[in-house]
C-alpha cells in the first residue's frame, strides 16, 4: 500500500529498456524504476502498489542455491505497458502476469515486466517470478563505506544456515517486490528444508506439511509490512513458547546448541509487551518473539513479530534489556506505523531508543531517567547532528537514536506525562498498518498540546546546535 508520490523519475533511463511487445498496445506508460525516495534512487518502482507477497523458496543446507516462485499481488495506479520490481542477482526463469507470459528483460538489481497487455489504471493483477540461484548480500549503504561493510539481505552462514536481515534495501537479495517501506503488504512465505533444520519467519506458523522427508514451513504476515521488516532464518532450531500475562503468544527460536544461554536474555519479553501496550495501545500483531543467530552481527532488527539478533547482542546485563525492550518497541514504531521516507528515520530510532529507556526506568527503581537524559545531553550532545533527514549513511547513527530519543523527552518535559502518552497512544491509533512523516507528527503533537509545535521541533531535529533540556 504505497503513499509515495513518485518525485524524482532518477531510473527514466531503465524504464524503457526491455523489449517492446509486438501484440500489446503502445499506450499507457512504463512505470517508474523508482519510488522518488533520494536516498535510494533505485529503490522501490512506480506505477504499482503491492498488497500481498507470496514467497516459496526450497533450499538445502548443504548447498547455497535456492529455488523459488513469489507471486506479487499489486494494484496499477496508472496504465502500465510495462513495470519494474526489485531484485538483485538469480537466473529469472518464467515471469507470468494473470497467468500469461511476460517479457521480462533485466537492468542492474531489477527485473522490467512487459506484461502481454496493458494493465488499466486501478487493476489488479498478479505478477508470478520464478527464479533461481545462489543469493547475494548487497553491501549496507547506510554503513561506512569500508572493507568489513556490513552486509545484507539472505546471508548463509559456513553451517548452511540462513538469516536475512535487510535494513534498509536488503529484500531484493531473496525476493522480487517493491523494495521501499511506503509499500507495504501482507506475507506469506513458505520454506521448503530437510527436517534437520527449522524455519523461523513473520507472522504465525500456519502448517508444517511434511511433502517426502522435507518439510515446508508455511508463514504468514496478515497484518502490512514493509519489505525491510520480512526475515527468514534456517538453522538447526527449537522453539520456546509462551504467553505475556495479558495474553500476547511469544515464540523464540534458538538454535538447538545455544538455547539455554540465549534464552536467559529473553525471559523479560512477557512482562515488557504487557508494559508497552499500556503506553502505547495494544500490541498491534498476533504474537511476538525473537530469533538468535550465531553471527555475530553487531546489532538486532525489529523484523516484524520475530526480532532477529546477532548472538553478539545477548547477556543478562541492563544493556542487553534495553535491546530486548528496543527491538519491542519497534513492532509499535517503525512497524505497525512505519516511515514513509528513508529521511525521517528518527520516528522509528528516537523512539526505540527512548522507550529502552522508559523500560528501564520501569523496572528498575534505581535508575533515573530524567538524569540519564540530563547525562546524555551533556556528554554527547556537542556531537549529535540533526537527526531529520541525516542522508543515507546517517541512518543508524547517535544523532538518530540519542538526539531522536533526547527530543522525545525534551517533548516530554515542554507538555507533560499526561499529553506525551496521550500522543503515544494516538500516534500507534491513527497511522496502525499505515505510515507516517515528521510532518504528520509534528501535526499529532501540536493538535494534542493545543500549541504549534513547529518551532520546537525545528530547534531538536533541524538546528546544527542542540537545545538545552527543558
Ligand atoms: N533498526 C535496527 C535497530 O535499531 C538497526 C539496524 C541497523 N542497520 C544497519 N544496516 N546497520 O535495532
Ligand atoms: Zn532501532
Known amino acids: 500500500v504505497a503513499l509515495v508520490t513518485v518525485a524524482v523519475l532518477v531510473g527514466a533511463g531503465c524504464a524503457s529498456s526491455g523489449p517492446t511487445h509486438a501484440s500489446g498496445t503502445t499506450r499507457g506508460a512504463a512505470g517508474a524504476g523508482t519510488i522518488g525516495d533520494h536516498y535510494f534512487p533505485t529503490s522501490g518502482n512506480g506505477g504499482y502498489d503491492v498488497t500481498h507477497y507470496d514467497i516459496r523458496i526450497g533450499y538445502s543446507p548443504d548447498r547455497p542455491q535456492i529455488r523459488a516462485t513469489t507471486t506479487v499481488e499489486s494494484t496499477a495506479t496508472r496504465m502500465l505497458r510495462s513495470f519494474e520490481l526489485d531484485l538483485a542477482g538469480f537466473t529469472v526463469d518464467r515471469v507470468t502476469v494473470d497467468g500469461r507470459p511476460a517479457d521480462v528483460s533485466r537492468h542492474r538489481a531489477k527485473i522490467v515486466v512487459h506484461p502481454s497487455t496493458t494493465l488499466a489504471e486501478s487493476r489488479r493483477f498478479v505478477t508470478r517470478v520464478t527464479y533461481h540461484g545462489v543469493p547475494h548480500t548487497i553491501t549496507d549503504p547506510s554503513e561506512p563505506k569500508t572493507a568489513d561493510a556490513g552486509q545484507l539481505g539472505w546471508t548463509r552462514t559456513s553451517d548452511g544456515d540462513v538469516f536475512v536481515v535487510?535494513?534498509?534495501?536488503?529484500?531484493?537479495?531473496?525476493?522480487?517486490?517493491?523494495?521501499?517501506?511506503?509499500?507495504?503488504?501482507?506475507?506469506?512465505?513458505?520454506?521448503?528444508?530437510?527436517?534437520?533444520?527449522?524455519?523461523?519467519?513473520?507472522?504465525?506458523?500456519?502448517?508444517?506439511?511434511?511433502?517426502?522427508?522435507?518439510?515446508?514451513?508455511?508463514?504468514?504476515?496478515?497484518?502490512?509490512?514493509?519489505?525491510?521488516?520480512?526475515?527468514?532464518?534456517?538453522?538447526?532450531?527449537?522453539?520456546?513458547?509462551?504467553?505475556?500475562?495479558?495474553?500476547?503468544?511469544?515464540?523464540?527460536?534458538?538454535?538447538?546448541?545455544?538455547?539455554?544461554?540465549d534464552s536467559q536474555s529473553?525471559?523479560?519479553?512477557?512482562?515488557?509487551?504487557?508494559?508497552?501496550?499500556?503506553?502505547?495501545?495494544?500490541?498491534?500483531?498476533?504474537?511476538?518473539?525473537?530469533?538468535?543467530?550465531?553471527?555475530?552481527?553487531?546489532?538486532a532488527?525489529?523484523?516484524?513479530?520475530?526480532?532477529?539478533?546477532?548472538?553478539?547482542?545477548?547477556?543478562?546485563?541492563?544493556?542487553?534489556?534495553?535491546?530486548?525492550?528496543?527491538?519491542?518497541?519497534?513492532?509499535?514504531?517503525?512497524?505497525?506505523?512505519?516511515?514513509?521516507?528513508?529521511?525521517?528515520?528518527?520516528?522509528?530510532?528516537?523512539?526505540?531508543?527512548?522507550?529502552?529507556?522508559?523500560?528501564?526506568?520501569?523496572?528498575?527503581?534505581?535508575?533515573?531517567?530524567?538524569?540519564?537524559?540530563?547525562?546524555?545531553?551533556?556528554?554527547?550532545?556537542?556531537?549529535?547532528?540533526?537527526?531529520?533527514?541525516?542522508?543515507?549513511?546517517?541512518?543508524?547513527t547517535g544523532s538518530i537514536y540519542e538526539r531522536g530519543a533526547l527530543t522525545l523527552h525534551a517533548l516530554r518535559r515542554t507538555i507533560g506525562d499526561t499529553k506525551f502518552f496521550e500522543i503515544a497512544k494516538q500516534w500507534n491509533a491513527k497511522y496502525r498498518y499505515s505510515t507516517a512523516t515528521t510532518t504528520d507528527f509534528i501535526a499529532l503533537t501540536s493538535a494534542v498540546f493545543g500549541r504549534d509545535l513547529t518551532t520546537f521541533f525545528h530547534a531538536w531535529l533541524d538546528a546544527d546546535t542542540i537545545p538545552r533540556l527543558p
Not at 196 to 205: Q, Y
Not at 227 to 256: C, E, H, K, W
Not at 273 to 289: E, K, N, Q, T, V
Not at 376 to 383: D, H, I, P, V
Request: aromatic content about 12%; proline content about 6%.
Open 166 to 261: 535487510s535494513e534498509p534495501v536488503g529484500a531484493r537479495t531473496w525476493f522480487p517486490g517493491n523494495d521501499h517501506p511506503s509499500d507495504k503488504a501482507t506475507f506469506a512465505v513458505t520454506v521448503t528444508v530437510p527436517d534437520s533444520v527449522a524455519v523461523a519467519a513473520n507472522g504465525t506458523l500456519h502448517r508444517r506439511a511434511a511433502p517426502g522427508r522435507r518439510q515446508a514451513w508455511e508463514w504468514t504476515m496478515d497484518q502490512p509490512m514493509a519489505t525491510y521488516l520480512a526475515t527468514v532464518v534456517i538453522a538447526p532450531m527449537r522453539v520456546q513458547r509462551s504467553t505475556s500475562a495479558a495474553g500476547v503468544p511469544i515464540r523464540n527460536y534458538f538454535r538447538d546448541d545455544a538455547f539455554g544461554f
Open 266 to 299: 529473553f525471559t523479560k519479553t512477557g512482562t515488557m509487551i504487557d508494559y508497552f501496550s499500556s503506553l502505547f495501545g495494544a500490541y498491534p500483531f498476533g504474537a511476538y518473539g525473537a530469533v538468535v543467530v550465531q553471527p555475530k552481527i553487531g546489532y
Open 301 to 396: 532488527l525489529e523484523t516484524q513479530t520475530m526480532s532477529v539478533f546477532g548472538s553478539d547482542m545477548l547477556g543478562t546485563d541492563l544493556d542487553a534489556e534495553m535491546t530486548v525492550a528496543h527491538e519491542l518497541a519497534h513492532q509499535w514504531f517503525g512497524d505497525s506505523v512505519g516511515i514513509r521516507r528513508w529521511a525521517d528515520i528518527w520516528l522509528n530510532e528516537g523512539w526505540a531508543t527512548y522507550a529502552q529507556y522508559l523500560w528501564a526506568a520501569h523496572s528498575n527503581s534505581s535508575f533515573d531517567l530524567d538524569r540519564t537524559m540530563i547525562d546524555l545531553r551533556a556528554s554527547e550532545g556537542a556531537k549529535l547532528t540533526p537527526p531529520n533527514n541525516p542522508g543515507p549513511d546517517g541512518l543508524f
